[in-house]
């Protein structure tokens, strides 16, 4: 059991930082700059600005790729869990290769399938993530559909539809980017096949690039930030 107390701190350390990053880009103040929150601000015209449109067709078309993108993620989840399993049944097959290398890599039989079964937890939480949020996909296209036309839109229930069909749209959005988020975490999970020594480094390696792709990437610079949006927003 000694042994095995350096693979405990990597996962821990995997664990606590995969957490630390969601609640931190989830509900913080320091989220709210981020690019996701920017995008939230967009969603928001998006829906203002359909309210306003009598032929909503476009939209309908924007939405269905949604749907469509959020559906492949699903499927590649699906295929990603089959793989795993397969290099659980692999094990021996997969230890005598590593035993092969100049360096030896392989792990006990038990801890491998530790690692596979981690693997596959994974993938199923992601799976979960991408089915919910294409479903939450579907309920925001019903919404479009159900969206007051353009002459009643200084209503009051024109209004409450626009917030509730903003509010789902968040929602969807929300589960995706943890769906996208358990993918890149798996990344630096694969990290843990070679060495608990390297799963330290690919974590660390995926909370600063999606870091940098949330705070400081082109995409983030490109949008201005919430406030300046809604102030030149004539609908918000």
Known sequence: MTGYWVDI?????????WWVYAITLEHTAYARDSLSARMHVYREIWVRNLLAREARMVDMQIMASLQ????????TSLIAIGGALALLRATND?????????????PSPALWEVKCVGLILIF???????????????????????????SQRDTVEAEAHVMRTTRLFEAAARH???GQ???FFALGYLGWFVSPWVLFV?????????????????????????TAVRKQDPAA
């Open 124 to 150: 199923i939480y992601t799976f979960f993530k991408f089915a919910w949020a294409y479903r939450l996909f579907n309920y925001v296209a019903i919404l479009f559909g159900a969206m007051p036309p353009a």
């Open 202 to 226: 690919t974590t660390g390696a995926v909370v600063i690039v999606t870091w940098r792709r949330q705070f400081a990437s082109n995409a983030w610079k490109a949008m201005a930030p919430a």
């Open 68 to 75: 469509n993108g959020t559906a492949f993620f699903a499927s």
């Open 176 to 178: 995706f980017n943890r």
């Open 94 to 106: 997969a230890l005598a290769v590593l035993g092969a290398l100049p360096v030896n890599l392989s």
């Open 9 to 17: 701190a990597a996962v821990g350390f995997f664990v606590i930082e």
């Open 181 to 183: 988020r358990a993918f």
